[in-house]
């Protein structure tokens, strides 16, 4: 293959769209730890309701979290 042959439109198109995924999947994680967090704190200072919603927030990020996981898998062994 030369240089030549290189589809770099294709090429361009995959590296932005993974790094455009990657930040999105960080930026899950962070708001999943972070909610986490702040549910325990508000568990410490009793605050049960602000503690629930936080970790139900934890939870539906956790579940993005193993979406993407899922969907990746998925478009990798597609091909």
């Known amino acids: ?3 030549a042959e290189i589809d770099w439109a294709a090429l361009g198109q995959a590296a ?3 790094v455009a995924i990657g930040l999105g999947v960080m930026l899950v994680a962070g708001v999943a ?3 986490s ?3 325990q704190d508000a568990k410490a200072g009793g605050h049960g309701g602000g503690s629930t919603a936080l970790n139900v927030l ?3 990020c956790v ?3 193993l979406a993407a996981i899922v969907i990746g898998i998925y478009i990798m062994t597609d091909k």
């Open 63 to 65: 579940v993005a979290l």
């Open 37 to 39: 967090l702040r549910a």
């Open 33 to 35: 730890v972070t909610s």
């Open 16 to 18: 932005w769209t993974s």
């Open 1 to 3: 293959m030369t240089f």
């Open 58 to 60: 934890t939870i539906a």
